[in-house]
């Protein structure tokens, strides 16, 4: 599968490094070495996947990302010397797709560029859009609806109500998620799979605190399932 790819690393060494491994997969790729750069880049030209560090100089990659997702959708797969657990679910929370911390060996890199590669260039499925209650998940427009009002997701929101919506009702748990969202994934926890939900619940419910469509089974993980207003 080949793909643009922006890689925004301000390392020269690590950039060519990276930035070989990724042409020996046959990917076309450009290197920048500034966040305010990648910005400019990704707007003007949206590629397939930007991996992004978080400490580039003019802005760093939590800014890029947080900016990027207020108008794109494009996958961000961050690099980072920040190893903290607060650190991976603040990128998450900001809209990343993935997040591998340094130092990393490039073979892990490849595999989770490919996994980032799969989930968004997938075949469209035959069927129609997934509805649950007034809840539409469109894959082959990448669109989420509610009562015929037009929401914006980050990937790993979309393939997170994607999965539950093609299950209503089913009870999906952390770990199971997450390995949709991530697959395996020795630095992302399942407090992540909580920071989406959170995030989902204040797009797609009227009182996020309260939820009706997006329900916590307590002790086993998550369902999506038609709230009583959209039964009725």
Do not use: W
Request: net charge neutral; with cysteine; glycine share 6%.
């Amino acid at each position: 599968m080949c793909a643009d790819i922006v890689l925004a690393e301000d390392d020269p060494k690590q950039a060519e490094l990276v930035r070989r491994y990724l042409e020996r997969e046959l990917h076309s790729v450009v290197v920048v070495p500034d966040g305010r750069e990648t910005l400019d880049l990704v707007r003007r030209r949206p590629p397939d996947l930007l991996v992004l560090d978080v400490m580039l100089p003019g802005m760093d990659g939590l800014e890029v990302c947080r900016l990027l997702r207020a108008e794109s959708d494009v996958p961000v797969l961050m690099l980072t010397a920040r190893s903290t657990e607060d650190d991976l679910l603040h990128g998450l929370d900001l809209g990343a797709d993935d997040y591998i911390t340094k130092p990393y060996s490039p073979r892990e890199l490849m595999a989770r560029v490919r996994t980032l590669l799969r989930r968004t260039k997938s075949a469209v499925p035959s069927g129609g859009p997934l509805r649950v209650g007034a809840l539409t998940v469109d894959v082959g427009r990448h669109e989420v609806a509610v009562s015929g009002q037009l929401i914006e997701t980050t990937p790993g929101e979309f393939r997170l109500l994607e999965v539950m919506a093609a299950h209503p009702d089913q009870v999906f748990t952390r770990g199971q998620l997450l390995e949709h969202l991530h697959g395996f994934d020795r630095y992302i926890t399942q407090r992540a799979i909580d920071v989406h939900v959170m995030n989902l619940r204040k797009k797609i419910e009227a009182a996020p605190r309260k939820p009706k469509r997006l329900l916590t089974v307590y002790g086993v993980g998550y369902k999506l399932t038609a709230g009583p207003l959209d039964a009725a």
